[in-house]
């Protein structure tokens, strides 16, 4: 059979015949007056083309406003600035910055030592280090790509040298990173308020015991596998290495200490935080451990500029598309196709987590989350579902969404750390899913998990 061409988008290897299908439909649908549905095959034409996201976006919206003819064109541009014009929004530069801070400033590498004194004493101890470092490390940055960029490198090599099976390393590592936007603070938590109009700082409090809940059940899975695979232990208990690595650790541990503990003690917002995060960072980074070099701070400086441009692209993007589904009233079709099952709370929280993990697969976190809360959080809420609930929901669903194909991106940033194929670190995060799912399963149909915390501090 001869060799077909291929086209790669982000590591995912497209066949040119699905985009010349996807092509050919848009132009059918467009002229059969579709125009709801050339919306949404333009939209995944352009992201199977290699085209931006936000571009995309943004792209597929025009064209569909062009062609219904009866909106005005400033639209769109109003629509894009009133989707980044938000106070909230301000802490995702910041979060950014603070994060990139910890990471260039040797900061988790303390953290990670001082994980491996208290938990490296365990059958599988570098696995069960992997999750508390994470834990440690998502109270401060927020992201699963910080994440997995910064402690992934050292987590990865550990666990190398230390014989561990190159795929089980990076399974945890990716797994582990998923815990960074559920812990506060929190980037998609913050854009979650912002479309949902929501407390930011509920959603910060809500999302920590669904957190702590991740790494215990990924612990489990960890200490299943060790036993089954002779995985050892990597340390053995010593108080004197313990308070050492504590007292090398112990102003980063503070680091979400101050964050939480300001926003719950009402000290300050959720954006204040980011503000504080980045000033302590920059304290520890400068002054206490002289590793943040002013070449350092310039590339990090670049790095969150960077990283935050495109954030803001894609929320801006992405506000017009949510624009569109929310005039054409598709919360109300979706519920119309539901029928009898419209007002069963269990049914409708099903639907819905099977769209999200569908739609995580194939679109950026920030993007579903700004398409999506218009039309599913009413849903949701139609049903008794709080707020504040369905976002820490929608989040670990995306976050599943982050390892699995196509976009699966921390995958992309493992797979580039680790310096292993896309292929073998998706076969080593397979396992890991089922845990993440557990823990799913467990946070939607509980919900005490993520409100009894802000019933008490807020409620």
């Known amino acids: ?17 699905i985009a010349a299908i996807a092509v050919t439909g848009c132009i059918v649908l467009a002229l059969l007056g579709h125009y709801l549905a050339f919306l949404f095959v333009s939209l995944f034409t352009m992201l199977v083309l290699g085209v931006p ?18 909106i005005p064109d400033v639209v769109v541009i109003h629509r894009m600035i009133n989707g980044v014009d938000s106070f909230p929004l301000l802490a995702i530069p910041f979060f950014i910055l603070a994060g990139n801070l910890m990471n260039n400033a040797g900061i988790t590498s303390r953290i990670f030592d001082f994980a491996k004194a208290l938990m490296g004493w365990m059958r599988g101890g570098l696995g069960h280090v992997n999750v508390g470092a994470s834990i440690v490390f998502s109270g401060m940055s927020g992201a699963a790509v910080a994440d997995a960029g910064g402690l ?7 666990m190398r040298d230390a014989g561990y099976d190159q795929e089980f390393a990076v399974g945890i590592t990716a797994a582990s990173s998923t815990i960074g936007p559920i812990i506060p603070p929190s980037l998609p938590m913050v854009i979650y308020g912002v479309m949902a109009s929501a407390s930011v700082g509920q959603l910060f409090v809500a999302g920590l015991i669904p957190g702590l809940l991740m790494g215990v059940v990924l612990m489990l899975m960890i200490t299943m596998l060790a036993r ?41 917002t959720p954006t204040e935080a980011a503000i504080a995060a980045v000033v302590y960072a920059l304290f520890l980074g400068g002054v206490v451990y002289r590793t943040l070099t002013w070449r350092r701070l310039l590339k990090v400086s670049m790095e969150t500029i960077e990283t935050t441009a495109v954030i803001l692209m894609i929320v801006a993007g992405a506000s017009i598309f ?3 589904l929310t005039s054409n009233q598709v919360t109300q079709h979706l519920i119309g196709l539901l029928g009898p ?12 987590n099977m769209v999200l993990i569908i739609v995580g697969c194939f679109m950026e976190t920030i993007a579903a989350i700004t398409i999506l809360v218009p039309v599913l959080l009413p ?4 049903v008794g579902v709080d707020p ?68 008490l501090v807020y409620r």
């Open 341 to 352: 099952y419209a007002d069963d709370p269990i049914a409708v929280l099903l639907l819905i």
């Open 152 to 158: 992934g490198t050292i987590e990865i090599k550990a």
């Open 1 to 17: 059979m001869p060799h077909v061409p291929v086209t790669r988008w982000r590591g995912a290897i497209v066949p040119p015949i």
């Open 388 to 455: 504040v609930h369905f976002g820490v929901i929608m989040v670990l669903n995306l976050m599943i969404g982050l390892l699995t194909p196509p976009v699966g991106m921390v995958l992309y940033v493992l797979s580039r750390v680790s310096n292993i194929s896309f292929e073998k670190c998706m076969r080593g995060t397979l396992p890991f899913l089922i845990p993440l799912v557990v823990a799913l399963l467990l946070v939607t149909f509980i919900p005490a998990i993520s409100m009894w915390l802000p019933t």
């Open 322 to 324: 949510a624009w569109i």
């Open 379 to 382: 849903m949701a809420v139609g």
């Open 53 to 70: 996201i936000a571009i995309a976006l943004a792209g597929s919206c025009l064209m569909y406003i062009l062609l219904v003819g009866r």
């Open 228 to 268: 089954r695979r002779g995985y050892p232990r990597d340390a053995t208990f010593a108080l004197p290495i313990l308070r050492r690595t504590f007292a090398g650790a112990f102003l980063s541990l503070l680091t979400p200490v101050i964050i939480v503990g300001g926003i719950l003690s009402g000290a300050f």
